[in-house]
């Protein structure tokens, strides 16, 4: 049974940072594609960063240049590295093992999720 858990979360002021940790078990190291997804109250769960098998790694615009997704070299713990953190960034995270991510970090494609983390950027 494939088992995610995530850590890492908090409140921050804005141009703060944190990193989310996502402890990955019960799948073998290159089964999935690995993403974080993010949602806030009344809006869609939407993917942030994923990184695929071979390392290829895909961003939502709103992020890029400020969060940096990671693996381990055992690629049993999922990073994301959030700098220059927003209020916009305010949301629970979520960490993801999708069956692949060639269309895109798509909520439809993912298998396994885990419990969420909280993220809250003040101004």
């Known amino acids: 049974q494939v088992q995610l858990v995530e850590s890492g979360g908090g409140s921050v002021q804005s141009g703060g940072s944190l990193r989310l940790s996502c402890a990955a078990s019960g799948y073998t190291d290159n089964a999935f594609c690995m993403a974080w997804f993010r949602q806030t109250p009344g809006k869609e769960r939407e993917g942030v960063a994923a990184v695929e098998n071979d390392g290829t790694t895909q961003y939502v615009e709103s992020v890029k240049g400020r969060f940096t997704i990671s693996q381990d070299n055992t690629k049993a713990t999922l990073y994301l590295q959030m700098n220059d953190l927003k209020p916009e960034d305010t949301a629970m995270y979520y960490c993801?093992?999708?069956?692949?991510?060639?269309?895109?970090?798509?909520?439809?494609?993912?298998?396994?999720w885990g419990q969420g983390t909280q993220v809250t950027v003040s101004s």
């Open positions: 993801a093992a999708l069956a692949d991510c060639w269309t895109g970090m798509v909520t439809a494609a993912v298998a396994y």
